[in-house]
């Protein structure tokens, strides 16, 4: 099967630039992903610079399963120039599915930003072979179900891994089955 000719490009906001992941962006991004409060919901650690610096060459060389389409972006403040968060999707043309995350720094938290990004993101992926979103928050966190709720997303009676799973309501019109 031939890898489906999706690829993250750059989409713009009124207040950010969102840019395709790429490795030089670590340095940066491991200021911004370093507080552990970004881990109180999903568990974990902030990684170190040298590991995201190699997630972010795994997350830029692709999908290793030629079905399935990894797009990363950056969130570029305009004005400053700094990076605050990511939004990301996992896409699965054939099933016309992507899963959305999204994360932002804690020092720019509650302005908004992850929605903007997170909405610019969903009205990309209407012009591609996507007709499901879905999302998964955890049960607890209040400002991640209102990024989903904003993208049109609504939560759904199933878990993963204890995280609700929000979902787009149904077919778009004109979107691929």
């Not at 939004?87 to 043309?93: C, E, L, S």
Request: charge should be positive; charged fraction near 20%.
């Amino acid at each position: 099967m031939r890898r489906p000719p999706v690829r993250p490009v750059a989409l713009a906001t009124a207040r950010l630039e969102l840019l395709p992941l790429l490795p030089e962006h670590a340095d940066e991004m491991s200021l911004v992903l370093a507080d552990p409060a970004l881990h109180a919901f999903t568990g974990g650690v902030p990684l170190s610079p040298d590991a995201l610096r190699d997630r972010c060459e795994r997350l830029a060389a692709g999908s290793p399963d030629p079905a399935v389409v990894w797009a990363n972006w950056v969130l570029r403040l305009r004005g400053t120039g700094r990076l605050v968060g990511t939004v990301q999707a996992t896409i699965t043309p054939a099933h016309g599915l992507a899963e959305l995350a999204w994360v932002v720094g804690v020092p720019w938290q509650g302005r908004g930003f992850a929605s903007e990004a997170a909405r610019a993101l969903a009205a990309w992926l209407e012009r591609l072979p996507v007709d499901r979103l879905v999302a998964h928050v955890h049960p607890d966190h209040a400002a991640s179900a209102a990024v989903a709720r904003a993208c049109g997303l609504r939560p759904t009676g199933q878990r993963q891994d204890g995280e609700v799973r929000w979902q787009s309501p149904g077919t778009r019109p004109g979107a691929h089955a």
